[in-house]
Each structure stands twice: as structure tokens, then as C-alpha cells.
């Protein structure tokens, strides 16, 4: 699961800044997921993308997040105006085409950790 | 809509004695899979086993193994021969089998530390 490439690994932010994130899938990876960690919780999930289209957001706050995956480059989870809530662990996790997943090739990166000062 | 419960927020072990982790589910779904995740001191996550619900057979990992009940709706995690390199936050975690896609959402429980003693 090294594979799974984050960064920046920590990041300090004021509030009202705005905070974005990177996640370069596994070699051969197209489907990408966005996980949130608070503190002393469990991941929730956030996203679900595959390259140039959000297949499931639910998981999304209504205002000031957003994901994208485009054709070209990295994962970017972007947060806007940030708060002190916003501060968490933000974890991309990927899983190849639909071909060759059975429900255990998903790979988690190594995490994001969002600091809102 | 599925929830996972982890019903011991810590639990201790002596090094090389062997420990139980309880995992509890809820969902109307007859497909899916069941994960331990390992989230040590470094927090990255680590999939410790995992399990396919149509298989009746335990899965086992080395030291690792668990005890799937599926009328039960119960899933626990058991190490044996604890080693202190086992110390770490461990989620029990549900996913929903999709047979025309590649969804990989998991649905994550509160977890559980676990603290291996020497």
C-alpha cells in the first residue's frame, strides 16, 4: 500500500485559508476514494472518483469541499475557507478497474494531516 | 444503509498471549466483505485479513485469524501469540459487494486500541 502516494503528509493552515490535497493512485489504479479521520474516530468515507468523473460524493460536506481526478495528474481534495473542524487526517485510498477487483485490492496512502490554526 | 460497532473502545494483552477483538454489523445486504485494518503509532492503514460473507470458512492470516458469524452478524478478530509490534488502533470494516463494479466504499467502525504489554 506504499503505492498510494499523499502529500503534502502535514499541512498547517489559518482559518479562512484554503487547504488542497494530493493523491497519486497505485500504477494501474483508475478509481479513487477520500476517507476523513477525526481524532479518536474511525475513517469516513468521503468520496469516490474515477478519472474526470465523481461517482459517489456522499460522503461529501455540502459547502466548501470538493474532489476532483483528472485525466492527467493527481487526486486533489480541495477545502475552502477552512476551519478548526476541518482538522483531521485525510486518507486516499485507490483500487484498480472493475476487471480485476474482488473487494480486497483497495490500498490505502499514508494519510494527510490537516492542522487549522 | 450499514453500520459497523465496535463495542470495546481498549483492550490489553500480555506478549504471546492471545486476544479477542468484537466487531458487530448491520445490513440488509446478502453480498459483501469484512476487513481488520491495522492503524499503528504511524497511522497509516494496514488490512490486517479480510473476509468474503458467501464463504463460511474463517479466513486466517498467520497470527491472525476470525470468527465470522453471519446470522449473527459478527465478525471478530483473534491474535494469538501477541507481539508488542501489534500495539495499534484496529477497525473492523464492512463493504457492500457490487457485481458490475468496482465500488470499494467502506463503512468503518470506532475501532479499538490495543496495547500488547511486555
Known amino acids: 500500500n506504499a503505492g498510494v502516494m499523499q502529500n503534502p503528509r502535514h499541512l498547517v493552515r489559518r482559518r479562512g485559508q484554503e487547504a488542497r490535497l494530493r493523491c497519486s493512485p497505485m500504477?494501474?489504479?483508475?478509481?479513487v476514494y477520500w476517507y476523513r479521520q477525526l481524532p479518536e474516530e474511525g475513517l469516513k468515507f468521503m468520496v469516490y472518483?474515477?478519472?474526470?468523473?465523481?461517482?459517489?460524493e456522499s460522503g461529501m460536506p455540502k459547502e466548501r469541499f470538493s474532489a476532483e481526478f483528472p485525466k492527467e495528474g493527481p487526486s486533489i481534495l480541495r477545502i475552502q475557507q477552512v476551519v478548526r473542524g476541518d482538522s483531521a487526517a485525510y486518507f486516499c485510498a485507490s483500487s484498480p478497474p472493475r476487471q480485476a477487483i474482488i473487494g480486497n485490492t483497495i490500498y490505502f496512502g499514508e494519510g494527510s494531516w490537516l492542522t487549522v490554526v | 444503509a450499514q453500520t459497523v460497532t465496535q463495542s470495546q473502545p481498549e483492550m490489553s494483552v500480555q506478549e504471546a498471549e492471545t486476544v479477542t477483538l468484537s466487531c458487530t454489523y448491520d445490513?440488509?445486504?446478502?453480498?459483501?466483505?469484512l476487513f481488520w485494518y491495522k492503524q499503528p503509532p504511524s497511522r497509516q492503514m494496514i488490512l490486517v485479513i479480510r473476509q468474503e460473507a458467501y464463504k463460511q470458512q474463517n479466513a486466517t492470516e498467520n497470527r491472525f485469524s476470525v470468527n465470522f458469524q453471519k446470522a449473527a452478524k459478527s465478525f471478530s478478530l483473534k491474535i494469538s501469540d501477541s507481539q508488542l509490534g501489534d500495539t495499534a488502533m484496529y477497525f473492523c470494516?464492512?463493504?457492500?459487494?457490487?457485481?458490475?463494479?468496482?465500488?470499494?466504499?467502506?463503512?468503518f467502525g470506532q475501532g479499538t486500541i490495543l496495547t500488547v504489554h511486555p
Open positions: 445490513t440488509s445486504e446478502n453480498n459483501y466483505y
Open positions: 470494516a464492512f463493504m457492500k459487494r457490487m457485481e458490475d463494479s468496482s465500488y470499494g466504499k467502506l463503512t
Open positions: 472518483l474515477q478519472k474526470e468523473n465523481i461517482i459517489d
Open positions: 500504477k494501474g489504479h483508475s478509481h
